[in-house]
């Protein structure tokens, strides 16, 4: 079996006896790139300048108030009185002030006790003609 196979194959292969066992060197044609260099072309042009203008200036205007009629009492002849006094024996601070007033005429007194342990008190009036005058006793 291996016999007919060999001769079946051998059949269909052809004539490979009679082919040519030259080998011939592959033609190879090798040429340089062709070089050209050619500058760019320029075109410049000359740049248009945009106009400036100064921003328009917003102006401003404060909103209208409104005046607000205020009923106020005025008192030709005002007239006060107060008093307060402080003894503290924790920190020793000892103070009075008395003042009252009538019309333009003010009169009080304040006292207070010294570091040294002395009262010092100042009697004071003011009024439009005098002014302020203070008396300090020790």
Known sequence: LLVIATLVAVSNAGDYVGSPAGYARP???YA???VSYAAPALSYAQPTVASYAAPAVATYAAPAVAKVAVNTDYDPNPQYSYA???QDALTGDNKAQQETRNGDVVQGSYSLVEPDGTRRVVEYTADPHN???AVVHR
């Open 27 to 29: 033609i190879a044609s």
């Open 32 to 34: 340089s790139p062709a």
């Open 84 to 86: 307060y006094s402080v």
């Open 131 to 133: 002014g302020f005058n």
